[in-house]
């Protein structure tokens, strides 16, 4: 992209800041961008707790920017980058998964322990500035959180989250398997690392 006015290179700035709060993360550390590489785990179905046979767990530390409005520009840079936001709030402090739609949590306030998997799953701490990426099926729980936990949830367009605290029917099961997502990383705004990362069976 070729930049020939200070016009130009202020667009192009704010295209950054909108899809990629990672570089707006790090620059506000006083860090220079580096690719993003979430941590990521696999999940297998654990009792009535499907999780997903298929696609991992996605977890990128300090990946949103902290500085401003955080909920406002965090909900604009998710839904630029093909997640759209359909809740503020926190996360239930029983386990349930969902059914219908692979689910996104930008972490915008407070920290808390996160059981992933279902009962006796993987225990994560989660941050303000962190998002998770949890595909259909995945168990969650809140096993505590600060006063001020403040979480988004963001979806692939045209799915809506539904709540099960019981095991999948066989088609609930084929519907988790099938489901599918947007080809953009909802943090960096580009193909990768969602692309290499969710690569269906």
């Given amino acids: 992209m070729q930049i020939d006015s200070r016009r ?90 969902h059914s219908t739609a692979h689910e996104v949590l930008g972490f915008v306030g407070g920290e808390a322990r996160l059981i992933l998997g279902g009962p006796g799953g993987k ?27 403040l979480v988004i949830g963001a979806y692939p367009p045209d799915q809506h989250w539904d709540i099960c605290r019981s095991a999948p029917t066989a088609a609930m099961r084929q519907r988790i398997d099938t489901l599918p997502y947007p080809h953009q990383d909802p943090v960096s705004g580009q193909p990768q690392p969602l692309m290499s990362l969710w690569q269906q069976a």
């Fill in 8 to 97: 130009d290179f202020l667009r192009v700035m704010a295209q950054i800041a909108v899809s990629s709060p990672l570089i707006l993360a790090a620059a506000a550390r006083g860090e220079s961008a580096s690719p993003v590489v979430p941590e990521h785990f696999m999940l297998s179905a654990n009792g009535w707790v499907p999780n997903n046979p298929h696609l991992p767990v996605l977890l990128y530390r300090q990946a949103l920017s902290l500085s401003g409005d955080v909920t406002q520009q965090s909900e604009q840079a998710l839904t630029h980058n093909g997640w759209p936001p359909q809740w503020v709030a926190g996360v239930f402090n029983f386990h349930h998964y």
């Fill in 123 to 149: 225990t994560v701490t989660v941050h303000a500035g962190d998002v998770a990426l949890l595909p259909a099926g995945t168990g969650h729980c809140n096993s505590g959180s600060s006063d001020d936990f």
